[in-house]
C-alpha cells in the first residue's frame, strides 16, 4: 500500500488522463485502487469489438458508445465515490487549451499516434504542467516523465520518420507488397469511392498526357445504367490491363528492372459472375454497414489464408459491386478505414492481383489489413504493466520527488536480468524547436514553391501545428481561426497560391519566418535558404527542414487527409516512443557531486548505470511485408 | 497443427494480440486450463489478463468471505455489501470475470488447499498459487511433481510494493530454430522446496535481497503461526533477529539493506494497487509465453519481423533466446522500478 505522504498527495491530486483505449482502461483501473479520486478523461474513439480482448472496461453491448464515457461508469462501478469526469472529444479541440490544463496536477498519456502526442507535449509546456508519457507495441512497452526544466520534452528526441515512398514507386514500380496496398488504399480506392475532387496520381504518367488522361479520367465514371459487374471488370482490365500495357511501353523504365504482366478480367474470370451464382444478390449484411461482407458467398472464410489470383478478382469484383449495390450513398466521400470489412477485402484483392502483376508474393487478408490499417499489436499484459508503471511515477511527480523519476522499459526478454528497466530521464536537449528557442533551418526553392506547399509539407506535416500562423518580419501572411473576416481569409488564400518570392512581403534566401500555434503556443523561427534542385527520390517533398524532430507518423485516421502531391506517406504509426539511438552516459547527465556519490554506492544497487542502447524496444516499428 | 481452426468470432476479438503470438499461439491459449488459487490484488489483475487472453478455463479457489480488507486492489468485487454479503472471495470474483470474456470458462472450486489430492490438479495445465504459507506451497508443488503431465507450477506473493514469482516448470524441453537447424533444450528448474532451501553462500551475492526477505518473513509466519501477511511493524524485532540467525545459519555476513527491505514488507503487508497491475501482468505474460512457446517458428513471425529491421547486438541477443522460459524467480520492487528476474538453483549438484 502507499504511505502516508504518496497518500495523501493522490487524494489531492487533480489528474488528466489522455486516452481511454488499451492503456487508458488499465491506467484509470490502477489510479482508481491507488485512490485517486479526481481524475478527467478525454478520448474521441468509441468501441470497437477488436477492442474487447484487452480494454477489460467494455463490453460487447458498449460497442459505438464513447470510450471515455463508458471506461467511466466501469470503474465507478468498483470505487463508486470518487470523482471522473469524461469528454468524448479530440484532445486537440480548442477547448482543451493551456488554461485548461492549468487545474491539472499531472498528465497522463495513453494515446495510440505520435500527432495527439506532440500536441500534448506543446500544451503541458505552455500550462507547465508535468506528464508522464506511455506506449506499448506487443510485449514492448514504455514509460517516460516529461517534466519542464527537469527532464527532456517528448519532442526532444528525433522521433522515427513516417515512412513515405516516391510516388513513382508506388504508381509505376512496385517491388514489395506494401507498395501495392498504399496503391490499393490511397490511390485506387481513393478514385473509386473518395472524394472525386481530390488530386490522384492514379494513372500511369504517359508520354503525351494530353490525349490520353482526358480519356482514362472517364474510365472511373459510372454511366447511370451502366451495369456494374461491367463497370467493375472495366475498372479491373483499367488498371490491371492496359495501365500495365502503356507503363510497359516506356522501355527506359524496364531496362534494369522485372517487367510486369498485364493482367485482364476475361483470362481470370468466367464471362459473367452474376449469372454463375448470383453472388450479389445473397450476400450476407448483417448489423451495420461496416459488416458488409463478400467472403461469406464466396466461401472465404479463414482470414489468414492466401487467396489465389482468381480469387482476388473474385473477391474485387463482388467487393466493388457490393459497394454500389449496398453502400452507394457513402461513394464520393470514403476513406479508407481498417475496422471497415468489405475496404478491407477490397484493398486486399487489388493489392494482391497488382503483386501478381509485378511479381511480389501476395498476402492474406488478415496480413493485408495489418499492413493497410498499421495495425499496432496489442496485449492486455504489457498495457496493465505500463498503467502499473504510469502510476508509480505519477506519484513521484505529485511528491515532486525529481530525482527518483525513471524512465522504464518494459521488455520482452531480460536485459541484465531485468525485464521491467528503469533509467534516469535525460535533461531537456538545448536545440529542441519544442522546449527550446533554436531556430531551425529550410531549404527551399523560393521561387517554386508555393505558401501551400510550405504550410502543408512543414508547418502542418513536420511541425505538428494545428493552428497555425506565418509572420515575416511584421507581415501577417497566413493564419487559421474562426475569428476572421472575410476578406483576410481571402488575403490568405490568395497568398497560399502565390510563390514564396512573390508574397506581398516575399520570402528569399536569408528570410527568418515565426511560425506560431496559438493553441499550442508554440512559436519558432525558421531560417530560410534558397535552393535551386531536388532530389526527386530522396527528397520527394522539394525542400528540407533541418534542426527539427522528425513529424508524426500518422495515424491510420487521418493518414488518407494528407494531400501531398509528391510522396505518399504511410502511416505507420508507433505507440512505443522512440528510445534514445545516442549513447549517452547517465553521469553525464549528473551534477558532478551526485556523480561522486554514485561511484561511491556499493554495488548493492545499481540503479544509475549506463544506457547502452537499451533496447531497440523503440524501434519496434512493425515491419510492414 | 492442431487442426482446428480458430473461429470468425476468436479472430475478431483476438484480432490484435494473434498479430504477436498467431494463430497457432492462440489455439493453444484456447485449449489450457488454469487454477488459481487465493485471489487478491495482483492474482486478480493475473486472472483479468488471461481471461481476456482467452485461455480455454479459469478455476478459482478462495473460501475467505468478501469483507472490507478482500476489497484492497481487487476490482473484480464490487464494493456492495449487499451484493457480497455471505459470499466467497472465489464466488464474487468468479462472477467479475465472466463478463469479460463470454468465451472463457470460469468456475469456482471450493476446498482446503493443503488437503487436496494430487489427482485435483490432473485437470489443469497451468497450477497459481497465491498468497499461501511456505508449508502449502510445498505441500501442493509436491503433489503437482508427481502428476503425469507436464504442467506448470507457479507462486506469487505481493507485499506493499514488492513482488516475489516463482515457477517450476519441472524438467521443460523446448526447441530453438535457427534458419541451418532446430536445437534441442532442456532447462531443469528446482522444486518450490530445492529452490527456497539452496544454502545462501552458493547464490550470487548481487541476487535481489527481496529473496532473502521472503525467506525470512516465511520462517518467521511458521515458527510464530502466522497467516500469511499477518504482521505488524510490531514485529519488527522479531523479524530482524529471524534474518540474523538465518544469515548466521548460512554463514554469509548480513546486508544492512536487507534490515530496511523488511521494515517495509512487515509494515504494511497490503498490496500497492501499481505493484499488483505489473505483477499480475508479468504473470500472465510469462505465463502465456510458456503456453505457446512450443511452436516457435509458427507463433511469433511479426514479432521477429518487428526486431529484423534493428541491427543491433540487444536484438540478436533477443531473437535467439526467444522460447525460453523465465527461469525461476522474478521480483518488483515499485521503490527501485526494477522487474529482474533471478536464476536460483543449485548448481553445484
Ligand atoms: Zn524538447
Known amino acids: 500500500m502507499a504511505t502516508q505522504e504518496q497518500q495523501s498527495a493522490i487524494k489531492s491530486a487533480k489528474v488528466l ?29 468509441t468501441i470497437e469489438v477488436s477492442n474487447l480482448n484487452r480494454q477489460f472496461l467494455f463490453r460487447r453491448s458498449h460497442v459505438g458508445q464513447s470510450k471515455a464515457k463508458v471506461a467511466r461508469d466501469a470503474v465507478l462501478r468498483f470505487r463508486p ?34 500527432d495527439a502526442r506532440r500536441h500534448v507535449n506543446r500544451l503541458c509546456l505552455a500550462a507547465d504542467i508535468p506528464l508522464v508519457e506511455s506506449g506499448t507495441t506487443g510485449f514492448l512497452g514504455q514509460v517516460t516523465v516529461h517534466v519542464k526544466g527537469k527532464t527532456e520534452c517528448y519532442e526532444c528526441q528525433t522521433k522515427p520518420a513516417p515512412k513515405t515512398y516516391p510516388v513513382c514507386t508506388i504508381t509505376s514500380t512496385p517491388t514489395k507488397f506494401v507498395h501495392c496496398i498504399v496503391w490499393a488504399k490511397e490511390l485506387l480506392f481513393a478514385k473509386l469511392f473518395g472524394d472525386k475532387n481530390q488530386d490522384n496520381d492514379l494513372n500511369v504518367r504517359s508520354n503525351n498526357p494530353a490525349n490520353l488522361s482526358k480519356e482514362r479520367e472517364d474510365v472511373f465514371e459510372r454511366a447511370e445504367d451502366e451495369d456494374i459487374e461491367q463497370y467493375g471488370r472495366k475498372i479491373y482490365d483499367h488498371v490491371f490491363g492496359s495501365n500495365i500495357e502503356a507503363a ?10 522485372r517487367r510486369p504482366r498485364p493482367i485482364y478480367s476475361k483470362d481470370v474470370l468466367p464471362e459473367s459472375l452474376t449469372q454463375q451464382n448470383g453472388i450479389t444478390q445473397n450476400c450476407s449484411v448483417t448489423d451495420g454497414d461496416s459488416m458488409v461482407s463478400v467472403m461469406p458467398s464466396l466461401g472465404l472464410k479463414n482470414p489468414q489464408e492466401l487467396w489465389g489470383l482468381t480469387q482476388n478478382s473474385l473477391v474485387f469484383i463482388e467487393a466493388l459491386k457490393l459497394f454500389f449495390a449496398k453502400r452507394k450513398k457513402e461513394i464520393g466521400h470514403l476513406t479508407f478505414d481498417k475496422d471497415d470489412q468489405l475496404a478491407v477485402e477490397f484493398v486486399t484483392a487489388a493489392a494482391n492481383i497488382r503483386a501478381e502483376s509485378f ?12 499492413i493497410a490499417g498499421n495495425i499496432v499489436h496489442a496485449v492486455a499484459t504489457t498495457n496493465a504493466i505500463i498503467a502499473g508503471l504510469i ?16 524512465m522504464t522499459y518494459c521488455l520482452e526478454h531480460p536485459s541484465r536480468k531485468m525485464l521491467l528497466m528503469p533509467v534516469e530521464p535525460f535533461e531537456p536537449n538545448p536545440s529542441c524547436y519544442v522546449c527550446s528557442k533554436t531556430p531551425l533551418v529550410l531549404e527551399i526553392n523560393t521561387q517554386k514553391s508555393k505558401l501551400r506547399d510550405l504550410v502543408d509539407r512543414i508547418v502542418k506535416a513536420k511541425l505538428g501545428m494545428n493552428l497555425p500562423l506565418i509572420m515575416h518580419g511584421a507581415s501577417l501572411l497566413y493564419e487559421v481561426g474562426d475569428d476572421l473576416d472575410d476578406i483576410m481569409v481571402a488575403n490568405y488564400n490568395a497568398n497560399l497560391e502565390k510563390s514564396l518570392s512573390e508574397l506581398p512581403s516575399p520570402i528569399v534566401n536569408g528570410s527568418i519566418l515565426t511560425v506560431e500555434d496559438l493553441q499550442q503556443e508554440l512559436s519558432c523561427k525558421i531560417n530560410v535558404k534558397h535552393r535551386e534542385e531536388f532530389d526527386e527520390e530522396k527528397e520527394p517533398e522539394g525542400m528540407v527542414l533541418s534542426g527539427w524532430t522528425q513529424s508524426p507518423a500518422t495515424n491510420g485516421d487521418n493518414a488518407s487527409t494528407s494531400n501531398n502531391e509528391n510522396a505518399i506517406d504511410v502511416t505507420e504509426s508507433s505507440s512505443v516512443a522512440e528510445t534514445p539511438t545516442k549513447k549517452r552516459r547517465h553521469s553525464e547527465t549528473q551534477p558532478e557531486s551526485h556523480k561522486k556519490e554514485t561511484e561511491n554506492v556499493e554495488s548493492e544497487d545499481d540503479d544509475l548505470m549506463e544506457i547502452e542502447n537499451p533496447m531497440m524496444v523503440s524501434k519496434k516499428k512493425k515491419r510492414v511485408e | 497443427m492442431d487442426g482446428e481452426e480458430l473461429t470468425e468470432q476468436e479472430t475478431a476479438l483476438y484480432d490484435r494480440q494473434i498479430r504477436v503470438w498467431g494463430p497457432n499461439g492462440q489455439r493453444r491459449l484456447t485449449k489450457s486450463h488454469i487454477f488459481v488459487s487465493g485471489i487478491k490484488g495482483t492474482v486478480a489483475e493475473f486472472c483479468k489478463n488471461i481471461v481476456l487472453a482467452g485461455v480455454g478455463s479459469v478455476t478459482l479457489m478462495d473460501d475467505g468471505l468478501v469483507n472490507e480488507d478482500t476489497l484492497n486492489a481487487n476490482f473484480l468485487i464490487p464494493p456492495d455489501d449487499n451484493a457480497y454479503m455471505g459470499k466467497t472471495v472465489a464466488e464474487v470474483c468468479s462472477d467479475s470475470l465472466k463478463e469479460f470474456n463470454p468465451m472463457v470458462l470460469v468456475s469456482v472450486a471450493k476446498g482446503d488447499l493443503s488437503t487436496l489430492g494430487a489427482e485435483f490438479f490432473e485437470k489443469f495445465d497451468v497450477v497459481v498459487i497465491g498468497y499461501s504459507s511456505r508449508a502449502t506451497k510445498k505441500a501442493v508443488n509436491e503433489k503437482w511433481r508427481k502428476l503425469s503431465k507436464q504442467v506448470a507450477f507457479y507462486t506469487v506473493d505481493c507485499r506493499n510494493s514488492c513482488a516475489e514469482i516463482f515457477v517450476d516448470l519441472q524438467n521443460y524441453k523446448y526447441t530453438k530454430k535457427t534458419l541451418e537447424e532446430t536445437l534441442e533444450y532442456e532447462l531443469h528448474f528446482p522444486s518450490f522446496h530445492e ?51 538465518l544469515f548466521m545459519a548460512n554463514s554469509v555476513s548480513e546486508s544492512n539493506i536487507l534490515d530496511s527491505v523488511l521494515e517495509r514488507l512487515i509494515t504494511d503487508t497490503t498490496e500497492f494497487p501499481p505493484a499488483c497491475a505489473i505483477v499480475g501482468g508479468i504473470l500472465a505474460q510469462v505465463l502465456s509465453r510458456f503456453l505457446f512457446a512450443f511452436n516457435l517458428l509458427l507463433m511469433g513471425n511479426l514479432v ?43 548448481y553445484s549438484k
Open chain 2, 195 to 245: 529452490a527456497i532451501t539452496i544454502p545462501w553462500k552458493l547464490i550470487p551475492r548481487r541476487t535481489s535481497k527481496l529473496y532473502f526477505a521472503m525467506r525470512v518473513i516465511e520462517v518467521f509466519e511458521e515458527t510464530e503461526g502466522r497467516k500469511p501477511g499477518e504482521c505488524s511493524l510490531l514485529d519488527l524485532a522479531r523479524v530482524l533477529e529471524i534474518s540474523k540467525k
Open chain 1, 81 to 114: 465515490h470518487i470523482n471522473i469526469k469524461s469528454h468524448h472529444a479530440n484532445v486537440k479541440n480548442p477547448e482543451f487549451d493551456a488554461e485548461f490544463f492549468k487545474q491539472f496536477d499531472v498528465v497522463l498519456n495513453g494515446l495510440d499516434n505520435l
Open chain 1, 359 to 370: 511479381g511480389i508474393p501476395l498476402h492474406s487478408l488478415f496480413e493485408a489489413k495489418g
Open chain 1, 248 to 257: 510497359l511501353a516506356n522501355e527506359e523504365t524496364w531496362k534494369n528492372r
Open chain 1, 17 to 45: 488522463m489522455v486516452g481511454a483505449g488499451g492503456i487508458g482502461c488499465e491506467l484509470l483501473k490502477t489510479l482508481a485502487l491507488s485512490g485517486f479520486e479526481d481524475i478527467h478523461i478525454i478520448d474521441m474513439d
Open chain 2, 304 to 346: 521477429i519481423f518487428t526486431r529484423e529491421i534493428l541491427v543491433s547486438q540487444e536484438v540478436i541477443k533477443a531473437i535467439s533466446r526467444k522460447g525460453e522460459p523465465l527461469k525461476n524467480f522474478f521480483y518488483f520492487d515499485a521503490q527501485d522500478g526494477k522487474g529482474m528476474i533471478e536464476d536460483i538453483a543449485n
Open chain 1, 391 to 406: 502510476v508509480i511515477e505519477a506519484i513521484k511527480v505529485l511528491k515532486k520527488d525529481a530525482n527518483k523519476y525513471r
